[in-house]
C-alpha cells in the first residue's frame, strides 16, 4: 500500500513538475515573440544607435502576399525577420488590412509599428515624383488626383501662400 502512495505521489509530482516545464516554455516562447516584435531593424539595430532618419519608399502591389512582403522587408534591412513579420500579421488578424500602394518607412522601426503603417490607408506622408518641366497646374493635377488635396488648392497657394521663411525655397 505504501508502494502505491509513492507510486502515485511520483506521478503528481512529475505531472506538476512537467506542467511548470510547459508553462515556462509557453511565456517564455510569448515574452521572446513580443520581444522581437518590437526590436527595431536597420544597420543601427546592432550598435543601438537610434537617431536614424533614413527613409526608405516601400511599395506593395494589390495581392501581394504577406510572405512576400516580409521577405522584401527583410532583404531591405527594414525588419530583422519575414518570419516573425508573417506571424506577427497572422496572429494579430491583420494580413487583410495590409494597403496596397507606396509606403515611407524610417529606418529603426519594430515589425508592431511597420505592420501598423502597411494597414493604414494614410501614413501622413507619401512619395510623389515632380517630373522636370511640370507646371504648377500639372503639380496641383497630381496632387488631387492622390486625394492629397482638392483641385486648385495647389494652383491658389502658389500665387498666395508666403514661402518666405522657407530656408530651402
Request: proline share 1%; charged share 20%.
Amino acid at each position: 500500500n505504501h508502494m502505491k502512495t509513492n507510486g502515485f505521489l511520483r506521478t503528481v509530482i512529475i505531472f506538476f513538475l512537467l506542467a511548470i516545464v510547459a508553462t515556462g516554455i509557453f511565456f517564455g516562447g510569448k515574452y521572446a515573440f513580443q520581444w522581437a516584435v518590437n526590436l527595431p531593424a536597420g544597420p543601427s539595430s546592432k550598435t543601438n544607435e537610434t537617431n536614424d532618419d533614413s527613409r526608405h519608399l516601400f511599395k506593395i502591389q494589390k495581392g501581394e502576399s504577406v510572405r512576400s512582403i516580409g521577405e522584401r522587408l527583410e532583404n531591405e534591412k527594414l525588419i530583422v525577420s519575414r518570419h516573425l513579420f508573417y506571424w506577427y500579421v497572422r496572429l494579430e488578424n491583420i494580413g487583410e488590412k495590409i494597403q496596397a500602394g507606396q509606403f515611407i518607412i524610417k529606418n529603426n522601426l519594430t515589425i508592431r509599428e511597420i505592420a501598423e503603417i502597411l494597414t493604414k490607408k494614410s501614413q501622413g506622408e507619401v512619395a510623389i515624383s515632380i517630373i522636370e518641366g511640370w507646371t504648377i497646374v500639372d503639380i496641383d493635377e497630381a496632387l488631387s488626383n492622390l486625394d492629397l488635396i482638392n483641385k486648385g488648392q495647389f494652383s491658389a497657394c502658389a500665387k498666395t501662400c508666403d514661402f518666405s521663411d522657407i530656408a530651402f525655397v
